[in-house]
């Protein structure tokens, strides 16, 4: 299913993230999770459109 999980391995992990976090905290952790890939693809994004653009030659004689 996800990258060789099963529905089972993947339950328990769900398990043990409840009893260790409880209910209350998940829905922080996955906004959490959430704004930190947002902020890592328009890093990612912005590195992109620098590599593409021109370097400027100001050491010229």
């Known amino acids: ?6 529905i089972w391995e993947l339950s328990i992990i769900l398990v043990i993230v409840l ?3 409880g209910a209350g905290k998940l829905p922080e952790i996955g906004s959490g999770i959430g704004k930190a890939i947002k902020n890592f693809k328009s890093a990612s994004s912005e590195a992109d459109n ?3 653009e021109p370097i400027e030659d100001n050491n010229k004689v």
């Open 50 to 52: 620098k590599s593409s």
């Open 19 to 21: 009893i260790i976090f």
């Open 1 to 6: 299913m996800f990258g060789g999980i099963s």
